[in-house]
């Protein structure tokens, strides 16, 4: 009688187990298609389980895992990645996978239309943007006193959570393929799946090739630049005595002198200039190798008077002296063309435009920003709001695509060799719940690429996947730059053209993208002439 009991009760464990297998129990876990695919709260779930990646030594790429609770939920819900083996015994160590879990916001109001084709997504209110790291960055220990924690969690039936990876291959690291395990675990159950990546025979440089200056004005938020720089980005200032170390780690390879005319859009009465004096000391304080430059002005095409224009030869004279680039935002104008020092040197060494403003100065005979290139200028170009119907937006209701491509292929078609954004840490009262932005709450996610730290446990800030999407970007443009600098340009030109050629011919798609740099990718590989 009592075998017959234990036979019974094994039976009835037996049927539990594969009921609760039928019904669903563990997890639902797949490999999301693409880091460009965002998984909303409640999309199905996908079939893809391994997740599979290119990259080169010194560049950063992601995947994503998504995990559904079904019905029941799930309870202690938990992601661990292990350790990636390659040839000949080579280990990329667990550490230089970095995880993240993603962080639903909701948008409250929608960008504002400006007409077809490039429209913000509106029947869509909930998106994933912050990340929150499983280690603190500060610290390399998992944040304490969180609000918001990346693991463990309880997930409710029917809802995703979606980890995000950053997986980085260290300079010098061997090339060839790698294999590893990712692994869900729960109470309810747990799902391993396999990471597949290839290492390409070439280095990415520390220092990137695109320049950038984000965050005008600084920032008196901590952890702000080094969240930038680890993501391939340049602060605009920095303090000095932080340069040497971040040129060394991070690859900072600009910085602005800090000097400001005061003009702004609509603003046109510049201050009183800096003196050569003024401006060489300044330029002492920083490290001598660090390109150097100065945003003077940002009229944005606005200020056409004599006056200003006076002027601004007369910032640009003592910049020059100085050995210094004079930065301001705005199309180029012939009344701005020569500096009055007797070289033919413009005023404005490094013009920055808007999609819009660049059109419109291509519309002139010769076309402007052609002209300038031609003489030795630069171009950069930055972002801001939804000014036009047609180019790239960085508002969190656009696809992650638009982020991406500005910085990476539209820049190396068009010949820009900068980026410039506002700010990023311009917060609401809460970001977290709100995160429409202080200054522009009718854009969502307007300079706002990053989250404060303190919900998170974190001693600095959360990165946006947004901020990813960017740095993907200036890795993109490396990759074209590199095959230019192996002499095959107009192969990496003609790539870069099927993505994105101009700032309204651009692709959407997403794959296509994603393909073309893996073509970028194996040409550099093949061609044997990168580090």
Request: proline content about 8%; hydrophobic content about 35%.
């Amino acid at each position: 009688m009592k075998k017959t009991k234990k036979v019974a009760s094994l039976t009835i464990a037996w049927i539990l187990l594969v009921c609760c297998r039928a019904f669903g129990a563990a997890p639902v876990v797949w490999v999301v298609p693409s880091s460009l695919h965002r998984v909303g709260p409640i999309d199905a779930p996908g079939r893809r389980t391994n997740a599979v990646i290119h990259v080169a030594r010194g560049e950063y790429e992601s995947f994503q895992v998504a995990i559904q609770a079904p019905s029941g939920g799930l309870t202690n819900v938990n992601f661990s990645v292990s350790k990636l083996v390659g040839p000949r015994g080579a280990v990329l160590p667990g550490a230089n996978l970095i995880l993240y879990r993603e962080w639903y916001v909701t948008v409250k109001h929608h960008s504002p239309y400006n007409g077809p084709p490039n429209l913000p997504i509106t029947n869509v209110q909930t998106f994933p943007d912050a990340l929150i790291p499983f280690l603190d960055p500060a610290t390399g220990k998992p944040p304490v006193e969180a609000e918001f924690r990346a693991v463990p969690f309880d997930l409710a039936a029917g809802r995703n959570a979606v980890l995000w990876v950053d997986v980085f291959v260290p300079r010098g690291m061997a090339d060839g393929r790698y294999r590893g395990t990712y692994t869900v675990t729960s109470d309810q159950g747990a799902f391993e799946g396999q990471i597949c990546m290839e290492v390409w025979a070439f280095t990415l440089p520390l220092e990137p090739a695109l320049k950038s200056s984000f965050n005008g004005g600084g920032t008196t938020v901590r952890g702000v630049n080094e969240e930038l720089l680890r993501n391939r980005i340049m602060p605009d200032t920095v303090d000095p005595a932080d340069e040497k170390n971040f040129v060394n780690h991070y690859g900072l390879n600009a910085t602005d002198l800090g000097f400001f005319s005061g003009v702004s859009y609509g603003q046109c009465d510049p201050s009183k200039r800096p003196s050569l004096s003024e401006i060489e000391s300044a330029k002492s304080l920083h490290q001598p190798d660090l390109y150097l430059y100065d945003e003077t002005a940002d009229p944005e095409s606005s200020c056409t008077s004599p006056a200003f224009y006076r002027a601004m030869i007369g910032w640009a004279q003592n910049l020059h002296r100085a050995g210094v680039d004079n930065l301001v935002t705005q199309e180029p104008v012939p009344q701005l063309y020569d500096d009055g020092l007797g070289t033919g040197r413009s005023v404005v060494d490094i013009w920055t435009m808007l999609p819009l403003a660049y059109n419109d100065a291509q519309t002139f005979s010769p076309p402007r920003v052609t002209y300038v290139l031609q003489k030795g200028d630069k171009a950069w170009s930055y972002n801001d709001l939804v000014q036009d119907s047609y180019s790239p937006k960085w508002e969190l209701d656009f696809p992650p695509i638009n982020y991406r491509i500005q910085a990476g292929f539209i820049s190396q078609s068009l010949g820009l060799t900068g980026l410039l954004y506002w700010s990023v840490d311009d917060w609401s009262a809460d970001p977290w719940d709100d995160p429409q932005g202080r200054q522009n709450p009718d854009y969502p996610g307007e300079g706002v690429l990053v989250y404060p730290g303190g919900p998170a446990g974190l001693k600095g800030v959360a990165p946006s996947m947004r901020l990813k999407y960017l740095r993907d970007g200036v890795e993109d443009y490396e990759y074209v730059q590199l095959l230019k600098n192996c002499g095959q340009a107009a192969f990496a030109l003609a790539e870069a053209q099927k993505i994105g050629p101009d700032w309204t011919s651009w692709t959407r798609n997403e794959s296509l993208l994603e393909s073309v740099r893996e073509q970028l990718g194996s040409q550099i590989a093949a061609s044997n002439c990168a580090p």
